[in-house]
């Protein structure tokens, strides 16, 4: 069973509480908006770590990584990009098991036609009423058990 910690909208702010909860993951998934080059720097060394570029993020360290990521962790093919309305592939068809987004920095987590849909909100600074958030995932073979937390 993989132990996946999944994260978006730091925007250059990572949280003691919450590096804490990024301790001992077998992976990072980050969705955007990372902010800084110290946040990715620091995400690498936790961790093995996925993560695409949001559209705060500028510069020559940002201009490397990838707008969205097509992987797969065990038996379960994920798609990870920072907006989901850039999607630009047809989730069943490429059989995907999950897509992982960010932006909205709004929880949210639902299922179309097989193929489930994560945001895990954001880590980074509250913005309006929203609350602090990330996700866990469970993974075993295909088999999501998919978790938030609020801090």
């Not at 880590?123 to 309006?128: C, L």
């Amino acid at each position: 069973m993989l132990n996946i910690a999944v994260i978006s909208d730091t925007h250059g702010l990572l949280r003691p509480e919450v590096l804490e909860q990024l301790q001992g993951r077998d992976h990072i998934i980050h969705a955007g908006d990372i902010g800084s080059y110290e946040t990715f720097q620091q995400l690498q060394t936790l961790a093995p770590l996925t993560i695409v570029r949001g559209n705060v993020d500028a510069g020559a360290w940002a201009n490397k990584i990838p707008v969205s990521e097509f992987f797969q962790l065990d038996n379960s093919l994920i798609y990870c990009l920072h907006n989901l309305q850039d999607l630009d592939l047809d989730p069943v068809a490429a059989e995907l098991n999950l897509i992982i987004s960010g932006h909205t920095h709004q929880p949210a987590l639902f299922e179309k036609d097989g193929v489930h849909y994560l945001n895990p909100g954001s880590i980074g600074p509250r913005r309006f009423s929203l609350p602090i958030s990330m996700a866990t995932i469970q993974l075993q073979g295909a088999e999501l058990d998919i978790e938030f937390i609020e801090f």
